[in-house]
């Protein structure tokens, strides 16, 4: 296994649309925490331009690599279907320079419940935008928040029903996981064989923590889980703020004290 750090909680600090002009300041963070990874973000930040050199100069500048990248994946309409899948494709290309080896995509959530029909449109849609990222040597994994996990996690079993394990893997992320009502460790080991990313963050009565730590969900209780399938993928400490979660620490504390935590539960390094 290997560790890397999300993206959010710097994002939350820097803002989402200003990331790659903080992402020196991201990066050099990321590499004073101890880590020697990070997952980008692959959405267009700032329209056209240069953002990809720009993160390629500052991951080489700190010695970090991308793990992987995360995007938004409005893959259930139909009529701009092929045109998501080209410009997710294109953003892909050109950081896997940088190292990447993932996509970490997440089916775009709308206002309503998403039909029959738009969920088969939306499997279709993953299973192409996967065996076109597998062409260019990187692995699809399907990210979820609340939305794909209501009515017993409709979406996203859908979705992972209705593709191919060789083009669409899965990402667990604990934290959603436990407050969707879902046994984050159920899911791992149903399906440990697609199983490329599992996402950590702690919470304490219901408000996310400061850093990642014993709380909800257990992660030591996770460990024992991965390590029972045999769980060679990749780890990532997602932190991140809402109202209520304690403020003591800048980002780089906050992320060294994770990094710290997961090595010793997981026996690992950044």
Not at 21 to 32: K, M, P, T
Not at 195 to 217: A, C, K, N, Y
Request: glycine letters at 10%; a negative charge.
């Amino acid at each position: 296994m290997r560790i890397c750090s999300g993206f959010y909680r710097w994002s939350q600090h820097y803002g989402w649309n200003l990331l790659t002009e903080h992402i020196d300041e991201v990066v050099a963070g990321v590499a004073q925490a101890g880590y020697n990874y990070l997952e980008g973000l692959l959405d267009p930040l700032e329209g056209e331009g240069d953002w990809a050199s720009r993160w390629q100069t500052a991951l080489e500048r700190h010695g970090v690599q991308l793990a992987g990248a995360y995007a938004h994946a409005l893959l259930h309409d139909a009529s701009i279907q092929a045109q998501t899948i080209e410009a997710i494709v294109a953003r892909a290309r050109q950081l896997r320079q940088a190292g990447t080896e993932f996509v970490n995509a997440n089916p775009q959530p709308i206002a309503t419940r998403k039909t029959d029909e738009m969920l088969a449109t939306q499997a279709e849609g993953f299973a192409l935008l996967g065996a076109e990222l597998r062409r260019e040597g990187l692995r699809l994994l399907v990210h979820h928040h609340l939305p794909e996990l209501d009515e017993d996690s409709r979406e996203l079993r859908h979705l992972l029903d209705h593709t191919d394990p060789k083009d669409v893997g899965l990402t667990v992320d604990a934290d959603w996981m436990y407050r969707g009502g879902q046994d984050a460790g159920a899911w791992i080991r149903e399906y440990a064989s697609r199983l490329g990313l599992v996402e950590l963050r702690s919470s304490h009565g219901g408000i996310w923590d400061e850093t990642l730590g014993d709380g909800e969900p257990d992660c030591r209780e996770l460990a024992q889980t991965l390590a029972g399938v045999g769980f060679d993928g990749w780890l990532m400490v997602e932190l991140a703020r809402e109202k209520g979660t304690p403020d003591t620490l800048n980002l780089v504390q906050a992320h060294a004290h994770s990094l710290t935590y997961v090595s010793e539960i997981f026996g690992m390094r950044g």
